[in-house]
């Protein structure tokens, strides 16, 4: 063995090696080249050697823990609890629909909690490997990388009347589940995203897309954002056209301009349905979130009218609220980029708008400032009686009650075993009354 490792090679066999190994290594990154780009030149010896190329990738993947589902800041509340906390005699007889993702469990649930006590009452696990298998996937918005049940979020879940479940994730497909996480019925007509809002009469306004766009000469990539209204049964009754919207109110300065292609303009993240008339609005009239242009606008379907909007002074914000008849609240991110990140300013506020003073302010400013509430994208508020407002901060993975004066009466931490925060997924306050009714026709299904 010593007289062949240490015998003498001639040059010229060691040059012949080196011109092998070199051909070698070309013909092998041609073929992974090949294989790469799918062109089938080299019939299966391209996927095979791709997949040999891929082989430190793979082994990698595999010894990495996958945190995609964790919240975007996972140790940021470190020194908190995992799940509720309550203040001393504060807590009230309602619910929340607490949508987010189990870290110990790798999945979405939905739980629909009693403040209470704190006690999950019934539990939905939405099982999109079942839910999707077979979906139609030939859409150029959606990225398909949420469509399996470890990597899928039930976003702004709602209960229908009939103690149905109704649920999606962003670029996703529509479905209702029973009380067991079964399909009762599925909408693959459109993919949805972002909120889901009542219209008062069975049904939801619910952000959707136009695809083909119709717009002349537009690239195959435009998000063309859609208002969809969906029937109780999961009818779609209309899907309307934000872009197109804009344009028949010559708002075209809005989509398009000469300085810079923007795909995704407009990015409808919240419909408030107008339930009932008042001074400034009417019943079907729409509130309109467009978070890329930092504008809230009031729409009227029935005769094609922008009634009111105006951008700013939120910020990239999500959720609009009527609280009364005669002002609306936005939770406002204050998030803004000059080029060296996404940022938010201090933290989020909930702004309110008055249409008989035409005034905006900050009334709960307290409230958000001293539990420094800041997400930099999603996120919602939901005020409750007396004055508390309810904040999902999905970013933190943490959902907070709060007092007018800032007091966390309430507060829940999404983190799992390992220490980590996960997403939340727009959770939903209910009165004693809605959650009440909801456990009765849920009563006796599933082990509830």
């Given at each position: 063995?010593?007289?062949?490792?240490?015998?003498?090679?001639?040059?010229?066999?060691?040059?012949v090696?080196?011109?092998?190994?070199?051909?070698?290594?070309?013909?092998?990154?041609?073929?992974?080249?090949?294989?790469?780009?799918?062109?089938?030149?080299?019939?299966?010896?391209g996927?095979?050697?791709?997949?040999?190329?891929?082989?430190?990738?793979?082994?990698?993947?595999?010894l990495?823990?996958?945190?995609?589902?964790?919240?975007?800041?996972?140790?940021?509340?470190?020194?908190?609890?995992?799940?509720?906390?309550?203040?001393e005699?504060?807590?009230?007889?309602?619910y929340?629909?607490?949508?987010?993702?189990?870290?110990?469990?790798?999945?979405?649930?939905?739980?629909?909690?009693?403040?209470?006590?704190?006690?999950?009452?019934?539990?939905?696990?939405?099982d999109a490997?079942t839910?999707?298998?077979?979906?139609?996937?030939?859409?150029?918005?959606?990225?398909?990388?949420?469509?399996?049940?470890?990597?899928?979020r039930?976003?702004?879940?709602?209960?229908?009347?009939?103690?149905?479940?109704?649920?999606?994730?962003?670029?996703?497909?529509?479905?209702?589940?029973?009380?067991?996480?079964?399909?009762l019925?599925?909408q693959?007509?459109?993919?949805?995203?972002?909120?889901?809002e009542?219209?008062?009469?069975?049904?939801?306004?619910?952000?959707?897309?136009?695809?083909p766009?119709k717009?002349?000469?537009?690239?195959?990539?435009?998000?063309?954002?859609?208002?969809a209204?969906?029937?109780?049964?999961?009818?779609?009754?209309?899907?309307?056209?934000?872009?197109?919207?804009?344009?028949?109110h010559?708002?075209?300065?809005a989509?398009?301009?000469?300085?810079r292609y923007?795909k995704?303009?407009?990015?409808?993240?919240?419909?408030?349905?107008v339930?009932?008339?008042?001074?400034?609005?009417?019943?079907?009239?729409?509130?309109?979130?467009?978070?890329h242009?930092?504008?809230?606008?009031?729409?009227?379907?029935?005769?094609?009218?922008?009634?009111?909007?105006?951008?700013?002074?939120?910020?990239?914000?999500h959720?609009?609220?009527?609280i009364?008849?005669?002002?609306?609240?936005?939770?406002?991110?204050?998030?803004?980029?000059?080029?060296t990140?996404?940022?938010v300013?201090?933290?989020?506020?909930?702004?309110?708008?008055?249409?008989?003073?035409?005034?905006?302010?900050?009334?709960?400013?307290?409230?958000?400032?001293?539990p420094?509430?800041?997400?930099?994208?999603?996120?919602?508020?939901?005020?409750?009686p007396?004055?508390?407002?309810?904040?999902?901060?999905?970013?933190?993975?943490?959902l907070?009650?709060l007092?007018?004066?800032?007091?966390t009466?309430?507060?829940?931490?999404?983190?799992?075993?390992?220490?980590?925060?996960?997403?939340?997924?727009?959770?939903?306050?209910?009165s004693?009354?809605?959650g009440d009714?909801?456990?009765?026709?849920?009563?006796g299904?599933?082990?509830?």
């Amino acid at each position: 063995m010593q007289r062949l490792l240490f015998a003498k090679v001639e040059f010229w066999v060691v040059l012949v090696l080196f011109l092998i190994g070199a051909l070698a290594a070309v013909g092998f990154g041609t073929a992974v080249l090949d294989g790469e780009r799918e062109s089938g030149r080299f019939g299966p010896i391209g996927p095979a050697a791709l997949a040999v190329a891929e082989i430190p990738d793979t082994v990698k993947e595999l010894l990495q823990k996958d945190l995609s589902m964790a919240a975007f800041v996972p140790d940021r509340f470190a020194d908190k609890p995992a799940g509720w906390t309550f203040a001393e005699a504060v807590r009230e007889p309602g619910y929340v629909l607490l949508s987010r993702y189990d870290g110990d469990r790798a999945r979405h649930v939905v739980e629909l909690v009693s403040l209470a006590d704190g006690a999950v009452k019934h539990e939905w696990l939405p099982d999109a490997d079942t839910l999707l298998a077979g979906a139609p996937r030939e859409s150029l918005i959606a990225e398909y990388t949420n469509w399996d049940t470890r990597h899928y979020r039930a976003i702004h879940p709602i209960l229908s009347g009939n103690g149905a479940l109704i649920v999606k994730d962003h670029q996703s497909f529509l479905y209702a589940l029973d009380a067991c996480s079964k399909k009762l019925w599925g909408q693959t007509g459109l993919l949805f995203h972002h909120s889901t809002e009542s219209d008062g009469a069975g049904g939801w306004w619910i952000p959707s897309y136009v695809e083909p766009s119709k717009i002349d000469r537009i690239a195959p990539d435009f998000v063309e954002d859609s208002l969809a209204h969906v029937a109780a049964d999961g009818t779609v009754l209309e899907n309307i056209s934000a872009a197109e919207i804009l344009l028949r109110h010559g708002m075209e300065y809005a989509l398009f301009t000469a300085g810079r292609y923007q795909k995704d303009p407009v990015h409808i993240n919240d419909i408030e349905p107008v339930l009932k008339d008042g001074p400034y609005w009417k019943k079907g009239d729409l509130f309109l979130s467009f978070r890329h242009l930092s504008m809230i606008m009031l729409y009227r379907p029935s005769t094609d009218e922008i009634v009111w909007q105006q951008q700013g002074p939120w910020l990239a914000q999500h959720d609009v609220d009527i609280i009364d008849d005669h002002r609306i609240a936005v939770f406002n991110n204050r998030a803004y980029d000059k080029g060296t990140g996404a940022r938010v300013h201090g933290t989020n506020q909930i702004t309110v708008h008055d249409f008989d003073t035409g005034e905006t302010g900050n009334p709960w400013a307290a409230a958000m400032e001293k539990p420094e509430v800041k997400t930099l994208f999603e996120g919602l508020f939901q005020r409750l009686p007396d004055g508390r407002v309810m904040v999902e901060e999905e970013n933190s993975g943490r959902l907070l009650i709060l007092g007018p004066s800032g007091d966390t009466l309430a507060e829940f931490v999404n983190k799992a075993g390992d220490g980590l925060a996960y997403r939340m997924g727009w959770s939903r306050y209910m009165s004693a009354e809605e959650g009440d009714a909801a456990l009765a026709k849920l009563s006796g299904s599933c082990g509830s």
